[in-house]
Protein backbone atom coordinates (compact mmCIF):
# COMPACT_ATOMS: atom_id res chain seq x y z
CA UNK A 1 0.00 0.00 0.00
CA UNK A 2 1.87 3.36 -1.20
CA UNK A 3 -0.22 5.43 1.54
CA UNK A 4 1.44 3.72 4.27
CA UNK A 5 4.70 2.92 6.03
CA UNK A 6 4.65 -0.72 7.03
CA UNK A 7 7.48 -0.32 9.60
CA UNK A 8 5.68 2.12 11.70
CA UNK A 9 2.01 1.83 10.51
CA UNK A 10 2.33 5.36 10.04
CA UNK A 11 0.15 6.50 6.87
CA UNK A 12 2.36 8.80 4.11
CA UNK A 13 -1.12 10.79 3.46
CA UNK A 14 -4.67 10.53 4.00
CA UNK A 15 -7.48 10.77 1.27
CA UNK A 16 -10.50 13.10 2.19
CA UNK A 17 -13.51 11.61 1.16
CA UNK A 18 -15.64 14.35 0.70
CA UNK A 19 -19.25 14.08 1.20
CA UNK A 20 -20.31 10.63 1.81
CA UNK A 21 -23.92 9.19 0.04
CA UNK A 22 -23.54 12.86 -1.62
CA UNK A 23 -20.76 12.10 -4.53
CA UNK A 24 -22.87 13.11 -7.47
CA UNK A 25 -23.67 16.48 -5.92
CA UNK A 26 -21.32 17.61 -3.63
CA UNK A 27 -20.09 19.15 -6.95
CA UNK A 28 -23.01 21.29 -6.39
CA UNK A 29 -22.97 22.06 -2.35
CA UNK A 30 -19.28 23.39 -2.98
CA UNK A 31 -21.04 26.53 -5.02
CA UNK A 32 -23.24 27.80 -1.75
CA UNK A 33 -20.06 26.97 0.52
CA UNK A 34 -17.96 28.88 -2.09
CA UNK A 35 -20.41 31.99 -1.78
CA UNK A 36 -20.70 31.83 1.86
CA UNK A 37 -16.73 31.65 2.21
CA UNK A 38 -16.38 35.19 0.20
CA UNK A 39 -18.93 36.57 2.10
CA UNK A 40 -17.36 35.83 5.41
CA UNK A 41 -14.07 36.86 3.96
CA UNK A 42 -14.78 39.77 2.31
CA UNK A 43 -17.18 40.84 5.21
CA UNK A 44 -14.97 40.55 8.30
CA UNK A 45 -11.80 41.87 6.39
CA UNK A 46 -14.33 45.03 6.04
CA UNK A 47 -15.30 45.17 9.21
CA UNK A 48 -12.12 44.68 10.44
CA UNK A 49 -10.38 48.20 8.17
CA UNK A 50 -13.69 49.98 9.27
CA UNK A 51 -12.72 49.50 13.12
CA UNK A 52 -8.84 50.73 11.98
CA UNK A 53 -9.67 53.24 10.17
CA UNK A 54 -12.67 54.89 12.55
CA UNK A 55 -10.96 56.58 15.39
CA UNK A 56 -15.02 56.46 16.55
CA UNK A 57 -14.71 52.65 16.62
CA UNK A 58 -11.46 52.44 18.60
CA UNK A 59 -13.21 50.85 21.98
CA UNK A 60 -12.42 48.10 23.54
CA UNK A 61 -16.41 46.42 22.50
CA UNK A 62 -14.97 47.16 18.91
CA UNK A 63 -11.42 45.70 19.03
CA UNK A 64 -12.57 43.06 20.44
CA UNK A 65 -15.30 43.11 17.39
CA UNK A 66 -11.77 43.28 15.46
CA UNK A 67 -10.06 40.22 17.33
CA UNK A 68 -13.46 37.96 16.64
CA UNK A 69 -13.25 39.14 12.74
CA UNK A 70 -9.70 38.05 12.52
CA UNK A 71 -9.74 34.50 14.25
CA UNK A 72 -13.13 33.89 12.24
CA UNK A 73 -11.18 34.52 8.45
CA UNK A 74 -8.37 32.53 9.65
CA UNK A 75 -10.95 29.65 10.91
CA UNK A 76 -12.74 29.22 7.97
CA UNK A 77 -9.59 29.88 5.54
CA UNK A 78 -8.10 26.51 7.70
CA UNK A 79 -10.39 24.42 5.87
CA UNK A 80 -12.31 25.98 2.80
CA UNK A 81 -10.18 26.47 0.45
CA UNK A 82 -9.17 22.33 0.52
CA UNK A 83 -12.87 21.53 1.01
CA UNK A 84 -13.73 23.20 -2.34
CA UNK A 85 -10.62 21.64 -3.85
CA UNK A 86 -12.36 18.21 -2.55
CA UNK A 87 -16.09 18.48 -4.11
CA UNK A 88 -14.61 20.62 -7.09
CA UNK A 89 -11.84 19.16 -8.74
CA UNK A 90 -11.32 15.73 -6.92
CA UNK A 91 -8.05 16.55 -4.64
CA UNK A 92 -8.73 14.50 -1.93
CA UNK A 93 -5.06 13.23 -1.27
CA UNK A 94 -3.57 15.39 1.64
CA UNK A 95 0.02 14.76 3.30
CA UNK A 96 -0.06 13.19 6.85
CA UNK A 97 1.53 16.12 8.17
CA UNK A 98 -0.20 18.62 6.53
CA UNK A 99 -3.19 16.87 8.35
CA UNK A 100 -1.74 16.80 11.42
CA UNK A 101 -1.21 20.70 10.79
CA UNK A 102 -5.04 21.61 9.39
CA UNK A 103 -6.01 19.76 12.70
CA UNK A 104 -4.26 21.76 14.77
CA UNK A 105 -4.96 24.83 13.26
CA UNK A 106 -8.88 23.94 12.70
CA UNK A 107 -8.97 23.10 16.57
CA UNK A 108 -6.98 26.16 18.11
CA UNK A 109 -9.37 28.76 15.76
CA UNK A 110 -12.43 27.04 17.45
CA UNK A 111 -11.24 27.46 20.68
CA UNK A 112 -9.69 30.83 19.82
CA UNK A 113 -12.94 31.76 18.72
CA UNK A 114 -15.13 30.64 21.42
CA UNK A 115 -12.29 32.63 24.03
CA UNK A 116 -12.94 35.79 22.40
CA UNK A 117 -16.58 35.63 22.52
CA UNK A 118 -16.56 34.79 26.16
CA UNK A 119 -14.30 38.17 26.43
CA UNK A 120 -16.84 40.18 24.36
CA UNK A 121 -19.63 39.23 27.30
CA UNK A 122 -17.14 40.33 29.57
CA UNK A 123 -16.68 43.34 27.43
CA UNK A 124 -20.34 43.73 27.92
CA UNK A 125 -20.70 43.15 31.84
CA UNK A 126 -18.37 45.81 32.44
CA UNK A 127 -19.87 47.92 29.93
CA UNK A 128 -23.01 47.94 31.59
CA UNK A 129 -22.50 47.21 35.67
CA UNK A 130 -19.61 49.37 35.24
CA UNK A 131 -20.23 52.06 32.82
CA UNK A 132 -18.16 55.16 34.41
CA UNK A 133 -15.02 52.81 35.16
CA UNK A 134 -15.36 50.84 31.88
CA UNK A 135 -12.42 52.70 30.08
CA UNK A 136 -10.23 52.55 33.40
CA UNK A 137 -10.67 49.03 33.61
CA UNK A 138 -10.47 47.75 29.95
CA UNK A 139 -7.18 50.05 28.92
CA UNK A 140 -5.27 48.60 25.57
CA UNK A 141 -3.08 46.95 27.60
CA UNK A 142 -5.50 44.77 29.10
CA UNK A 143 -7.00 43.59 25.76
CA UNK A 144 -3.84 42.80 24.81
CA UNK A 145 -2.78 40.84 27.66
CA UNK A 146 -6.65 39.11 27.45
CA UNK A 147 -6.18 38.29 23.40
CA UNK A 148 -3.14 36.60 24.06
CA UNK A 149 -3.93 34.52 26.72
CA UNK A 150 -7.02 33.16 24.94
CA UNK A 151 -4.57 32.30 21.95
CA UNK A 152 -2.22 30.87 24.35
CA UNK A 153 -4.68 28.80 25.98
CA UNK A 154 -6.32 27.48 22.67
CA UNK A 155 -2.66 26.60 21.27
CA UNK A 156 -1.18 24.64 24.65
CA UNK A 157 -4.66 22.68 25.12
CA UNK A 158 -4.57 21.53 20.98
CA UNK A 159 -0.98 20.94 20.96
CA UNK A 160 -1.93 17.56 22.26
CA UNK A 161 -4.42 16.36 19.90
CA UNK A 162 -1.49 16.64 17.26
CA UNK A 163 0.56 14.30 19.05
CA UNK A 164 -1.76 11.60 20.51
CA UNK A 165 -3.19 11.36 17.00
CA UNK A 166 0.10 10.72 15.71
CA UNK A 167 1.04 7.91 17.92
CA UNK A 168 -1.85 6.03 16.33
CA UNK A 169 -1.04 2.73 14.23
CA UNK A 170 -3.20 3.24 11.05
CA UNK A 171 -3.37 -0.92 9.62
CA UNK A 172 -7.33 0.19 8.97
CA UNK A 173 -6.59 1.70 5.78
CA UNK A 174 -6.49 5.52 5.23
CA UNK A 175 -9.82 7.10 3.85
CA UNK A 176 -11.15 9.37 6.20
CA UNK A 177 -15.10 10.20 5.75
CA UNK A 178 -15.13 14.06 5.78
CA UNK A 179 -14.21 16.92 4.35
CA UNK A 180 -11.37 18.09 6.34
CA UNK A 181 -9.00 16.41 9.05
CA UNK A 182 -10.31 16.90 12.90
CA UNK A 183 -9.18 15.19 15.60
CA UNK A 184 -11.73 12.71 16.04
CA UNK A 185 -12.47 11.58 12.03
CA UNK A 186 -8.51 11.05 12.16
CA UNK A 187 -8.54 8.78 15.59
CA UNK A 188 -11.75 6.99 14.56
CA UNK A 189 -10.08 5.18 11.42
CA UNK A 190 -7.05 3.87 13.40
CA UNK A 191 -7.04 0.49 14.56
CA UNK A 192 -5.28 1.33 18.29
CA UNK A 193 -7.13 2.43 20.87
CA UNK A 194 -8.38 5.59 20.60
CA UNK A 195 -9.79 6.12 24.48
CA UNK A 196 -7.24 8.10 25.55
CA UNK A 197 -7.61 10.95 22.51
CA UNK A 198 -11.81 10.69 23.39
CA UNK A 199 -11.23 11.70 27.14
CA UNK A 200 -8.64 14.37 26.39
CA UNK A 201 -11.21 15.64 23.30
CA UNK A 202 -13.75 16.01 25.79
CA UNK A 203 -11.53 17.59 28.93
CA UNK A 204 -10.60 20.15 26.52
CA UNK A 205 -14.11 20.57 25.29
CA UNK A 206 -14.90 21.29 28.79
CA UNK A 207 -11.90 23.32 29.53
CA UNK A 208 -12.70 25.37 27.03
CA UNK A 209 -16.56 25.58 25.89
CA UNK A 210 -17.54 24.85 29.02
CA UNK A 211 -15.82 27.47 30.84
CA UNK A 212 -16.30 29.79 28.01
CA UNK A 213 -19.85 29.29 28.25
CA UNK A 214 -19.89 29.46 31.92
CA UNK A 215 -18.27 32.82 32.41
CA UNK A 216 -20.89 34.00 29.20
CA UNK A 217 -23.63 32.92 31.31
CA UNK A 218 -22.73 34.70 34.27
CA UNK A 219 -21.67 37.73 32.77
CA UNK A 220 -25.46 37.52 31.32
CA UNK A 221 -26.58 37.12 34.39
CA UNK A 222 -25.23 39.91 35.91
CA UNK A 223 -26.19 42.01 32.95
CA UNK A 224 -30.07 41.29 33.29
CA UNK A 225 -29.88 41.98 36.73
CA UNK A 226 -27.99 45.30 36.26
CA UNK A 227 -30.84 46.13 32.91
CA UNK A 228 -33.67 44.98 34.99
CA UNK A 229 -32.90 47.48 38.24
CA UNK A 230 -32.99 50.45 35.84
CA UNK A 231 -35.43 53.07 36.61
CA UNK A 232 -36.18 53.95 32.49
CA UNK A 233 -37.17 51.78 30.51
CA UNK A 234 -35.66 53.22 27.67
CA UNK A 235 -32.68 53.14 29.32
CA UNK A 236 -33.44 49.04 30.09
CA UNK A 237 -33.83 49.20 26.03
CA UNK A 238 -30.64 50.81 25.32
CA UNK A 239 -28.56 49.28 27.41
CA UNK A 240 -29.72 45.61 26.55
CA UNK A 241 -29.68 46.37 22.81
CA UNK A 242 -25.74 46.94 22.77
CA UNK A 243 -25.90 43.05 23.68
CA UNK A 244 -28.19 41.70 20.89
CA UNK A 245 -25.58 41.41 18.30
CA UNK A 246 -23.28 39.64 20.51
CA UNK A 247 -26.27 36.98 21.72
CA UNK A 248 -26.86 36.43 17.90
CA UNK A 249 -23.03 35.18 17.18
CA UNK A 250 -23.20 33.31 20.10
CA UNK A 251 -26.18 31.49 19.10
CA UNK A 252 -24.86 31.41 15.75
CA UNK A 253 -21.38 29.11 16.89
CA UNK A 254 -22.29 27.35 19.22
CA UNK A 255 -25.40 25.22 17.93
CA UNK A 256 -23.51 24.24 15.50
CA UNK A 257 -20.49 23.52 17.55
CA UNK A 258 -22.97 21.58 19.86
CA UNK A 259 -23.97 19.61 17.40
CA UNK A 260 -20.87 18.45 15.97
CA UNK A 261 -19.69 17.82 19.12
CA UNK A 262 -22.38 15.16 20.43
CA UNK A 263 -23.12 13.71 17.01
CA UNK A 264 -19.51 12.49 17.20
CA UNK A 265 -19.84 10.97 20.07
CA UNK A 266 -22.97 9.98 20.46
CA UNK A 267 -24.88 9.97 17.63
CA UNK A 268 -22.75 8.26 14.97
CA UNK A 269 -25.25 5.02 14.22
CA UNK A 270 -28.48 8.07 14.28
CA UNK A 271 -27.08 10.75 12.41
CA UNK A 272 -26.63 10.08 8.61
CA UNK A 273 -22.86 10.82 7.54
CA UNK A 274 -23.23 13.38 5.08
CA UNK A 275 -25.77 15.43 7.61
CA UNK A 276 -23.04 15.40 10.22
CA UNK A 277 -19.84 16.55 7.84
CA UNK A 278 -22.58 19.08 6.01
CA UNK A 279 -22.89 20.66 9.41
CA UNK A 280 -19.23 20.35 10.78
CA UNK A 281 -18.75 22.52 7.67
CA UNK A 282 -21.13 25.14 8.41
CA UNK A 283 -19.63 24.93 11.80
CA UNK A 284 -16.75 26.57 10.78
CA UNK A 285 -18.49 28.40 8.02
CA UNK A 286 -21.64 29.87 9.46
CA UNK A 287 -20.05 32.07 11.94
CA UNK A 288 -17.98 33.82 9.63
CA UNK A 289 -20.01 34.28 7.15
CA UNK A 290 -23.18 35.86 9.83
CA UNK A 291 -21.04 37.63 12.47
CA UNK A 292 -20.26 40.90 10.24
CA UNK A 293 -24.29 40.98 9.04
CA UNK A 294 -25.30 40.70 12.46
CA UNK A 295 -23.06 43.39 13.85
CA UNK A 296 -24.28 45.37 10.88
CA UNK A 297 -27.25 45.24 11.34
CA UNK A 298 -27.45 45.18 15.32
CA UNK A 299 -24.77 47.81 15.81
CA UNK A 300 -25.78 51.30 15.25
CA UNK A 301 -22.53 52.90 15.32
CA UNK A 302 -21.29 49.90 12.24
CA UNK A 303 -24.40 50.95 10.56
CA UNK A 304 -24.31 54.59 10.88
CA UNK A 305 -20.09 54.59 9.87
CA UNK A 306 -21.09 52.03 6.57
CA UNK A 307 -24.11 54.58 5.79
CA UNK A 308 -21.72 57.84 6.00
CA UNK A 309 -19.05 55.72 4.05
CA UNK A 310 -21.24 54.24 1.60
CA UNK A 311 -22.70 58.15 0.45
CA UNK A 312 -19.60 60.20 1.58
CA UNK A 313 -18.94 60.49 -2.29
CA UNK A 314 -21.92 61.06 -3.36
CA UNK A 315 -22.56 63.67 -0.55
CA UNK A 316 -19.15 65.80 -2.07
CA UNK A 317 -20.06 66.37 -5.86
CA UNK A 318 -23.85 67.17 -5.09
CA UNK A 319 -21.98 69.99 -2.49
CA UNK A 320 -19.75 71.24 -5.22
CA UNK A 321 -22.79 71.96 -7.78
CA UNK A 322 -24.48 73.70 -5.34
CA UNK A 323 -21.86 75.93 -4.66
Not at 67 to 83: G, W
Not at 153 to 159: G, P, Q, T
Request: net charge positive.
Amino acid sequence: MPFLNVTSLTPLSFILNGIPGLEEVQLWIAFPLCAMYSVAVTGNFGLIYLIYSEAALHRPMYIFLALLSFTDVLMCTSTLPNTLCILWFDLKKIDFKACLAQMFFVHTFTGMESGVLMLMALDRYVAICYPLRYATILTNAVIARAGLLTFLRAVLLVIPFTFLTKRLPYCRGHIIPHTYCDHMSVAKISCGNVRVNAVYGLMVALLIGGFDILCVTVSYTMILRAVVSLSSADARQKAFSTCTAHICAIVITYVPAFFTFFTHRFGGHTIPPHAHIIMANLYLLLPPTMNPIAYGVKTKQIRDTVIRLLFKGKAKPASKTSK
